[in-house]
T-cell receptor
């Protein structure tokens, strides 16, 4: 088990609503990445937060946004939910350095949009 | 064409078998290659990673990268039923931030 925790474990939302997912980093880690994993697929990179700023983003629209707090915990916000947003949302924490950082994942939040 | 291709399986083997899991990729700039294991309804767990071409061994697991052919492999020796999971290869794209490019995962079942 990593020290990365996520909440809630799962939730159900209606199309058009907004959702906030939370992630607590492992002790000693200062960077958080968020990934979306659709059923039967590998995780896809959404964005990364370091020093409370987004410093990298994948191919996701602006309605996916995030925050990182001074204690390195993080939130993922998704506005105007669509059916295709149904997925497992994963956060990974690590200590930012150069390439090859070991990213440790939390258990994920399973989001269902109806 | 996806950046990372991985045979989804499922792969079913008897206990004690040697398992070979493979990925191909297209971006020659990848330098670090991670392997994650994911049990059903859990988050991915980092197994091991390699840098550039070569082999790395950790217990029953060996990771191998051939950059000339853009081919990544994970070998599991003496496979156990507890190894039954989905295995994800994940090269890292580094451009000031650490982006993992995951394959779709190979589902492995080891039966007693």
């Amino acid at each position: 088990e990593t020290g990365v925790t996520q909440s809630p474990t799962h939730l159900i939302k209606t199309r058009g609503q907004q959702v906030t997912l939370r992630c607590s980093s492992q002790s000693g880690h200062n960077t958080v990445s968020w990934y979306q994993q659709a059923l039967g697929q590998g995780p896809q990179f959404i964005f990364q937060y370091y020093r409370e700023e987004e410093n990298g983003r994948g191919n996701f629209p602006p309605r996916f946004s995030g925050l990182q707090f001074p204690n390195y915990s993080s939130e993922l916000n998704v506005n105007a939910l669509e059916l295709d947003d149904s997925a497992l949302y994963l956060c990974a924490s690590f200590r930012k350095g150069l390439a090859g950082a070991e990213q440790y994942f939390g258990p994920g939040t399973r989001l269902t949009v109806t | 064409q996806k950046e990372v291709e991985q045979d989804p399986g499922p792969l079913s083997v008897p206990e004690g078998a040697i398992v070979s899991l493979n990925c191909t990729y297209s971006n020659s700039a990848f330098q670090y290659f991670m392997w994650y294991r994911q049990y059903s309804r859990k988050g991915p767990e980092l197994l091991m990673y390699t840098y550039s071409s070569g082999n790395k061994e950790d217990g029953r697991f060996t990771a191998q990268v051939d950059k000339s052919s853009k081919y990544i492999s994970l070998f599991i020796r003496d496979s156990q039923p507890s190894d039954s999971a989905t295995y994800l290869c994940a090269p890292e794209e580094y451009g000031g931030y650490n982006k993992l490019i995951f394959g779709a995962g190979t589902r492995l079942a080891v039966h007693p």
